[in-house]
């Protein structure tokens, strides 16, 4: 039987230059008194913490400060995390910081309030895909990133070192209780990290507004078990479409000229905006595809960032597969990717085949943003070569979370086809 209902999982935002400052007072008023903390290294002494921490020192709340959250988290990081929450016994979390920081808070907030195998909540069929069993603890989540839009989801993603691909947890409970969404945040980013997050906000919302129409889903055994990835629908489809709109107009501007704040306020709400429809509709195969491709990286360091280690930035790893998806998905919804094109500027009105047309034009409007960010040319110019194709393919064959929502399947041979396309964007 099929699926006859959409359930919207609302998110709490507060928008607007200077909220940060307010987190003090929005845990006093839920009554918490102590909370942990949660950023990254690289995040530590800049502005956005230390703003967090003296709002949190007016008010009298009692915290302590993890700052050892992982850029691109995996199993080991996410495990040292719940670690620390498991000890303090907090009655709460701050996540400040990217997605990165956001999906760490989540399941360390699970984990250190229903402690379980560590696979017992990843999704199937990677790990057991069981339920959370009840609401966690407050979560406030505040993005230093115009990418993710974790603080609208209840998505927390993170490598699986022995499976070399991501995976994660997804359930509505995880969702932050709260996303301050603060553009002066932003202003610290690095540039690739600007380009490679907003390219990100771009494909969730062409991913959600393509995805397969809820519809035409398993209908579940209960409420209990509708997925928070439903599939394309009314409600989702307006978040989606009004972000794609935004990032096309705006996303540009917002990484070449940083001193836009104009720029800067349009991309961070579009993320939060593409969050919300993709945290209700679900992605498909450019997130699906990706996960191997950050899992199985080798040598490459993007310019810009001070790492020690190999890491493709998430938002890198999704858009350089998109144009080679949305080329193979095309010809399943023509209308739908037609009208992405339109509102990233592309004219329509001569397109006399849409099911053989649709799929390349959105593609090659993604290519001319591709272009314009200096992204890699494509999954070769980050080390890939047909000789890795099939490990990536075997990486995405697991991940139905997304890809079961694509608008076309995909067996193993067109996951190899649209790989080996995706090995090079342009000419």
Known sequence: MKEYAVQMSSSNLRFGAGVTREVGMDLKDIGLDRVLVMTDANLKELPPVQTVLESLESEGITYDLYSGVK?????????????????????????VGGGSVMDTAKAANLYSTYPDDFYAYINAPIGQGKPVP???????????????????????????????????????????????????????MPTVIAASSGLDVLCHALESYTAIPFYQRPRPAGP?????????????????????????KYLVKAVTHPE????????????????????????HYCHGMSYPVSGMIKTYRPEGLNLDHPIVPHGMSVVLNAPAVFRFTGPACPERHLQLARIMGAD?????????????????????????????NGLSAIGYGEEDIPGLVRGTLPQHRVTKLSP????????????????????
């Open 260 to 283: 836009d704040d104009e720029a800067r306020n349009q991309m961070i709400l579009a993320s939060s905006m593409a969050g919300m429809g993709f945290g209700n509709a679900g992605v």
């Open 408 to 427: 076309r399947p995909a067996d193993a041979n067109d996951l190899e086809a649209m790989f080996k396309d995706a090995l090079k964007a342009w000419e």
């Open 224 to 248: 209990r078990y509708r997925p928070a990835y439903q599939g394309s629908n009314p409600i989702s489809d307006m978040w989606a479409l009004k972000a794609v709109e935004l990032t096309s």
């Open 71 to 95: 850029v691109e988290p995996t199993d080991i990081s996410v495990k040292e995390a719940v670690a620390v929450a498991v000890e303090g016994n907090y009655g709460g979390f701050v996540a």
């Open 348 to 376: 329509i009105s001569k397109i006399k085949d849409p099911e053989a047309e649709a799929g390349e034009l959105l593609a090659s409007l993604i290519v001319d943003l591709m272009k314009q960010l200096n992204m890699p």
């Open 134 to 188: 009840g609401p966690v603890k407050p979560l406030i989540a505040i993005p230093t990133t115009a990418g993710t839009g974790s603080e609208t989801t209840g998505t927390s993603i993170m490598d699986l070192t022995e499976h070399h691909a991501k995976s994660g947890i997804s359930h509505r409970f995880l969702k932050p209780i709260l996303g301050l969404v603060d553009p002066d945040n932003t202003r610290t």
